[in-house]
């Protein structure tokens, strides 16, 4: 094992992980101290708000420096924090009544709750263009159809996290609402072009970087017109050519959860570790079993002794980590009190919201 080349050559800190259980384990809280970039959370962390706080607080004293907490707060039913926190309407019921004020008023909202209980990092807005109307990605998460209005509202709600300091998080790159294959279950193929993407599927994106996203989380999806070898998630043709040189992203890109079928089915974990960063991805995700964060770590580890990263680049990507931990840094403030999670002007907001939805319906 290569411990110490890690820690030396910022392994861990291009890695963030999952686990399961209430407590934070001992395998974790030695990766936080070497110097893993981040922790993604879910409603199986914890079982009320006060559990989710004394967590994210073990997990900043274990890390001893600034550390990105990630969870997924889209709204709606399929991505969204159970109660007490507020039940919000979903992207798709925002997106029908197309008002960016309304939706940056929900992300701020949704900041507020989540800097409560000590998350500085949304995994949302979701920007994939609900085109397909089989696919299982989109479903009720997606603002729409349209670009430049998926553009305005994703734009909205990265303001509105910005707002209250965290970190918004827009995906999936390059866009995954053409498709009806769950990346979760096998990897969906999209026979979109270059001229199509420009058109349509990068148009949130662009917006996105326009607005400041600090982070942008990839697709697992092959676009064989494309690249026809390598998902987008392991493409330095989607990764380094569109996304870092033709749209100008200098924030984080992170990969999605390489646990997934999609990768998992063709590549070991440590391979997809290493062929992500390598494609210009910065951070990647294994978000369901930490005991894959040692086995990629070492791989990435063996990959860097063996010359396969270029140096500039490497280094590169080292500054953006930094720049975002110092982001992390300096967005800190005192939390709110747990109070503010499902309070009476949250509740009263979500109430307007669905009564403007069923006024559209009369």
């Known amino acids: ?33 070497g110097g893993l970039s981040g922790i993604a959370l879910y409603p199986r962390n914890f079982g009320s708000p006060s559990e989710l706080r004394a967590l994210t607080d073990a997990l900043r004293r274990a890390a001893g420096a600034p550390l990105l907490i990630g969870i997924d707060q889209e709204g709606g039913t399929r991505f969204a924090l159970p109660p007490p926190f507020t039940a919000w309407p979903s992207p798709a019921d925002l ?42 990605v989109t479903k009720d998460r997606s603002f729409g159809r349209e670009p430049a209005e998926v553009a305005r509202l994703g734009a909205a709600f990265l ?17 995954h609402g053409d498709t009806a294959l769950d990346p979760h279950l096998d990897l969906p ?3 979109g072009t270059r001229e199509r993407l420009q058109r349509e599927e990068l148009v949130p994106f662009a917006a996105a970087i326009g607005a400041g996203a600090p982070l942008i989380m990839t697709a697992h999806i092959l676009l064989p017109r494309i690249d026809p ?23 984080v890109i992170l990969a999605d959860d390489l646990a997934m079928g999609a990768l998992a089915r063709r590549y070991r974990r440590g391979d997809s570790a290493v062929m992500t960063l390598e494609a210009g991805t910065d951070i990647a995700m294994l978000c369901h079993d930490s005991s894959a964060i040692p086995d990629a770590a070492d791989a990435v580890a063996a990959a860097l002794e063996a010359g396969r990263f270029e140096g500039a ?3 590169a990507s080292g500054a953006r980590i930094a720049r975002l931990r110092e982001k992390m840094a300096a967005q800190e403030r005192p939390a709110p009190p747990l109070e503010v999670i499902g309070c009476r002007a949250h509740l009263l907001l979500a109430r307007e919201i669905r009564e403007r939805l069923a006024a559209l319906e009369t």
């Open 1 to 33: 094992m290569m411990h110490g080349r890690r820690a030396d050559a910022g392994i861990l800190e291009r890695l963030l992980a999952g686990f399961h259980g209430t407590s934070v384990p001992s395998d974790i809280a030695t990766l936080l101290a």
């Open 95 to 136: 997106g029908r009544l197309g008002d960016s004020a309304l939706v940056e008023g929900v992300a701020r909202a949704i900041g507020v709750e989540l800097r409560a209980v000590g998350v500085n990092a949304d995994f949302a807005p979701m920007l994939d263009l609900a085109v397909n109307p089989e696919s299982p």
């Open 159 to 175: 303001r509105g996290l910005e707002a209250e300091g965290v970190l918004g998080c827009a995906k999936h790159f390059p866009g």
């Open 189 to 191: 193929s999209f026979d």
């Open 229 to 251: 070898d390598r998902p987008a998630s392991i493409s330095p043709t989607i990764l380094r050519g569109i996304l870092r040189q033709e749209m100008h992203f200098d924030g």
């Open 313 to 315: 680049e490497w280094a």
